[in-house]
């Protein structure tokens, strides 16, 4: 017995002296970055009612900085660019503190939103030299947006949005605005939506949906892409609803969303709106 544990104690060292004397010639396998997949570009076009797409075609391109925050989104219409807009965000460290939109290709950017922050978080945006008499007001419960308010130094035109969230998705938004005979708020427009599990490939662009004037995208935040909308006023009647489908490519990222909206207003009809996806992968 005593030698078999003597030879098995020999092989031991001499296994260790061996695996010493190559320790430099093992090389320790790179383990594979997750890829971090970006939209970077959309062509859109138009259908009719035969489904024949529209001679003109609308496309963007999205941009992004070193330390993947969104930098900037260009549309435009037709090859020769007829129809051109740029909004670009600016940030100081890793908080979003402007916006600014070039009409034109030959246009001069303008800031046309800044913001007020804390704890990081947006608060307030306005127009440069409004802060304090025409801004948003963001309201947060969990740190989610659940309210937005309109301020402006006429009264008539104050506005609010409320949003309603399921998990991390908006499934009802709620738009208010000034009645201009009581100037009382009125509830005008209920938003509801349903989602895919496809995660949402916008939601990143924080600066484009919040900051881009008009009406707050907060919904653009969820976590999952669009299914379906349906919009009604403020008594309930319907107004117009947004049906959804998309393929998917290889890496599983949409590669096409077709949007067919039906109308049931003052003008009814149908119409259809279909995205081609471009992606980049920021962690290449």
Not at 50 to 57: D, H, Q, S, T
Not at 154 to 180: F, L, P, S
Not at 182 to 193: P, R
Request: hydrophobic share 35%; proline share 4%; charged share 20%.
């Amino acid at each position: 017995m005593k030698k078999v544990w003597l030879g098995m104690t020999a092989l031991a060292l001499m296994a260790a002296s061996c695996s010493s004397n190559k320790s430099d010639d093992i090389v320790t396998p790179e383990v594979p970055k997750t890829p971090d997949w970006r939209v970077t570009g959309i062509i859109g076009v138009h259908l009719d009612n035969n489904g024949e797409p529209a001679k003109i075609k609308d496309s963007t391109v999205f941009a992004y900085n070193p330390d993947k925050t969104f930098n900037f989104r260009e549309t435009f219409q037709s090859e020769t660019m007829d129809f051109y807009f740029k909004y670009t965000a600016g940030y100081d460290k890793n908080n979003i503190v402007s916006l600014t939109r070039q009409f034109g290709l030959t246009g001069t950017p303008k800031v046309i939103t800044e913001t007020r922050l804390l704890n990081n978080q947006i608060v307030r945006y306005y127009e440069p030299g409004y802060a304090n008499t025409r801004y948003d007001s963001l309201v947060y419960e969990n740190n989610r947006i659940v309210k937005v308010v309109f301020k402006h130094e006429d009264i008539r035109a104050h506005k609010i949005w409320e949003y309603t969230w399921q998990g991390d998705n908006v499934v009802e938004e709620k738009a208010y605005m000034t009645n201009q005979s009581t100037l009382a708020m009125e509830l005008v427009s209920i938003y509801k939506h349903t989602y895919s599990d496809v995660p949402n490939i916008f939601k990143s662009m924080t600066a484009l949906h919040l900051l881009r004037e008009y009406i707050p995208n907060v919904q653009q935040l969820s976590a999952n892409m669009l299914q379906t909308t349906t919009v009604t006023d403020g008594a309930g009647k319907l107004q117009y609803q947004i049906i959804r489908s998309r393929s998917m490519n290889d890496k599983n990222l949409p590669a096409t969303d077709t949007a067919r909206q039906q109308d049931f207003g003052a003008f009814p009809g149908t119409s259809t709106y279909v995205s081609h996806y471009k992606y980049i992968d920021l962690n290449k």
